[in-house]
């Protein structure tokens, strides 16, 4: 079965794949260069600050010495990265070879965020404005995102639980839709597996995938797409909880706020003068998830060693996921019930879903409970679901052609030893002179058989 | 004694809790001012908590007399927005470390007598492995702690116990203390609390660069530091001080049954009552060399 793995491709690909007046020109905002250098590898950050201070190019070599025989792997990933984000620039001299040296604008920016601290662009309101309108704590505000976010989701796959529609235009529905809905003529929309994989990734891997949909999107609404980076990593660092004011953005980015309160990562008050936002904990996540690094959750789910699952949620949404590859059997208030099957899992991976995903997805949303027991999901219920997925990968097929009716033993052994040498031989019957060879061998085997038999 | 077992680390989130030395003493006549010390650890603190978003700082004043928190930046309280020319964490470190000096102050009973103004080191660190002790209890999800020592004061032997008992269960729970000792002499206790919990001991020659040392070794974090290259300790000075006198000494008697160390032979254990027989004096082991003569 073709196992198709939805191209996760990482924000930082994105911003890194700017040209470079405009990467240099992301760096002049203080917070750009914060939020990227929390995105680099454990190693990289390390380099950049050691390198913080120091002015002079620093030699390849020197740099190689910092790190044991162990790291080297994983040295010459983070120096990778750090050139691609133009952060080190590479300098060649003749007598001491290459060498490596910070980023001009980058390294002020750090160094006066280390001394003097970050001070955003805007200030939070007094709460002598805000206070008229009903005060929203931080639990409201996060219930708040939650059912956003969920209503979104509902309503990207076209299900039927959905119960309310947000306010997300048509178009930029079937945008975002691309790639993980198909629809052919007089069906409804069917996910596709990429769709399936989609559901399946945690909170904060959707919702960069959604805004990276966004941001490829912004190009063609006439929306500089540095412009809305520099402005979502700049929003990541407001507080939760905290309203500013409208009047300090700019129009486009009064639009994105728009769109944004749809997502759930802001919410949209009037006052009786000035409107205002409140950045909500989906905000304040973007900057912690831009690494791949785990998310730090709550899990609902235990599994048990009889195949049941217990579900402690409430949501619909998980109610679909844990529809995709299990029985659901009963949905009581705060739990869903439900029983791993043959029958479901063969379902799921009909659909496209891999063994993997399942069981990275039930070991990440372990209920605390069983999470600190090592294995969160007991090793009979993983064993079974691999075994279930190889059973329907009993059958391995290669294009191949068969060779039959040699004239004489003695080219039907030369024959044998060419296609062994190419790595082509597939089965041979030396009794009855039969031969099976990979396609691609098949025209130099031609050729071969032609000058044998002159 | 076998160095701290290791750990895997999964991420790079820490926790570090900086026990900071503020002992007027030392300060007083050391050749660093205060001042542009306190700049370089609050550049560092910063640099730190710029890594990574859940990155938590616990700082500790350690005086002569007392020992309290003077930030954690998990507070609600620490959120307070910073001047344009000051950060959030340098306006609320400042104000309570002056508070702090000003009861440490209060508490001098008397001068010091002879050379030796000890900070409050056990106390520091039992306060550190605390705080340490609450965050692995607060659920699966918890940065990964270790404790960091800025240091300079002279070893006070009286602390020795309190100290070896602070350093065994940081090994235990698996916490190393890293020591960045900026007074004279090495510090034997900082040495051996390097060593046995796996942390980093280091003697900065130049301090007028503290920022790049402290950032540069100390800032690894724990998951990284299975491939950097970090100073070896050189040599640990493993003497040990009795617990009668508190001198520091080489040979002495030891208790069989609780190993408490004595200068001199007592009639019973201070620390766990068991009763000595006599010493073996040399007159008293004449008399098995002469029956082993008479032997042969």
């Known amino acids: 079965m073709p196992q198709v793995k939805i191209i996760a491709r990482n924000f930082m690909d994105m911003v890194a794949a700017l040209p470079a007046m405009k990467l240099d020109q992301l760096y002049q905002n203080a917070f750009i260069c914060e939020a990227i250098l929390r995105s680099l590898p454990p190693l990289a950050k390390k380099y950049v600050i050691q390198m913080l201070y120091i002015e002079e190019a620093v030699t390849t070599k020197s740099i190689e010495e910092w790190v044991l025989p162990d790291g080297l792997s994983k040295h010459k990933v983070a120096i990778d990265r750090l050139l691609q984000l133009r952060i080190f620039s590479e300098a060649f001299d003749r007598s001491s070879g290459t060498s490596y040296r910070l980023n001009p604008t980058f390294q002020s920016n750090l160094q006066k965020h280390i001394t003097c601290g970050g001070v955003l662009p805007r200030e939070p309101m007094p709460s002598s404005i805000t206070a008229r309108l009903p005060s929203l704590e931080d639990l409201a505000v996060f219930a708040f995102a939650l059912e956003q976010w969920e209503c979104f989701l509902l309503q990207l796959i076209n299900s039927t639980q959905a119960e309310k529609m947000t306010n997300i235009s048509p178009s930029m529905m079937r945008i975002f839709q691309r790639g993980l809905l198909t ?13 399936f994989q989609f559901l399946l990734m945690d909170t904060n891997a959707q919702l960069w995938y959604i805004i990276r949909e966004y941001i490829s999107n912004s190009e063609e609404r006439d929306v500089d797409s540095a412009d809305l980076i520099s402005f979502l990593l700049e929003l990541s660092f407001h507080a939760t909880g905290e309203a500013y004011n409208m009047n300090t953005l700019t129009e486009v980015q009064r639009n994105t706020l728009k769109d944004l309160a749809d997502l759930g990562l802001v919410k949209l008050q009037q006052g009786r003068k000035e409107s205002w936002f409140i950045p909500t904990k989906l905000t304040t996540n973007l900057s912690v998830s831009l690494t791949d690094s785990s998310s730090r ?27 995709l590859f299990s029985r659901i059997e009963y949905q009581l208030p705060n739990l869903i019930v439900g029983a791993i099957t043959k029958e479901s899992l063969y379902n799921a991976f009909d659909n496209g879903i891999t063994a993997d995903q399942i069981i990275s997805f039930l070991q990440q949303n372990a209920h605390p409970r069983v999470a600190e027991r090592v294995p969160s999901v007991p090793e009979n219920v993983t064993d079974q679901i691999r075994l279930w997925e190889s059973d329907l990968n009993r059958v391995e097929m290669t294009p191949a052609h068969f060779y039959d009716e040699f004239p004489t033993r003695d080219v039907f052994e030369a024959a044998c030893d060419f296609a062994r040498e190419y790595g082509g031989l597939l089965w041979e019957d030396s009794k009855k002179m039969r031969l099976v060879v990979k396609t691609d061998v098949h025209m130099h085997m031609r050729e071969h058989l032609r000058r044998q038999r002159q | 004694m076998a160095s701290a077992p290791s750990k895997l680390y999964a991420d790079d989130v820490s926790l570090l809790v900086v026990l900071l030395d503020a002992n007027p003493f030392f300060w007083s006549a050391s050749s660093l001012p205060f001042s542009k010390f306190i700049s370089h650890v609050i550049s560092f603190l910063n640099s730190v908590l710029l890594l990574n978003q859940l990155n938590q700082i616990v700082v500790i004043a350690t005086g002569h007399n007392c020992c309290d928190y003077v930030y954690d930046s998990s507070s609600p309280a620490s959120r307070s927005a910073g001047t344009g020319k000051l950060s959030a964490l340098s306006v609320d470190l400042l104000e309570k470390l002056e508070e702090f000096v000003g009861r440490d102050e209060k508490l001098l009973k008397k001068e010091p007598e002879g050379s030796i103004a000890s900070s409050l080191l056990s106390g520091s660190l039992s306060m550190a492995l605390c705080y340490i002790q609450r965050v692995f209890r607060s659920g699966p999800r918890h940065p990964h702690p270790r404790i960091l020592c800025l240091h300079g004061s002279q070893d006070g032997p009286e602390q020795y116990v309190a100290i070896m008992n602070a350093i065994f269960s940081a090994q235990r729970s698996m916490v190393p203390i890293d020591s960045c000792f900026i007074g004279a002499q090495n510090s034997a206790f900082l040495q051996q609390a390097s060593y046995i919990t796996g942390g980093v001991y280091l003697k900065p020659q130049l301090l007028e660069g503290t920022f790049q040392y402290l950032s540069t070794v100390f800032g690894t974090d724990l998951h990284s530091r299975g491939f950097l290259q970090l100073p070896k300790s050189v040599g640990v000075d493993f003497r040990a001080s009795c617990f009668c006198h508190k001198k520091t000494i080489d040979m002495g008697y030891i208790c069989s049954v609780c190993l408490s160390i004595f200068c001199k032979h007592h009639k019973k254990c201070s620390t766990c009552g068991s009763v000595f027989g006599q010493p073996h004096s040399e007159a008293a082991s004449e008399p098995n060399k002469k029956r082993k003569a008479g032997d042969t």
């Open chain 1, 297 to 323: 959750k709550e899990g609902f789910v235990v599994v048990e060693t009889n195949f049941r699952i217990y579900a402690y949620s409430t949501s619909k949404l998980h109610c679909e996921i844990l529809r």
């Open chain 1, 183 to 195: 629809q052919r003529d007089k069906e409804p929309p069917r996910l596709t597996e990429s769709g």
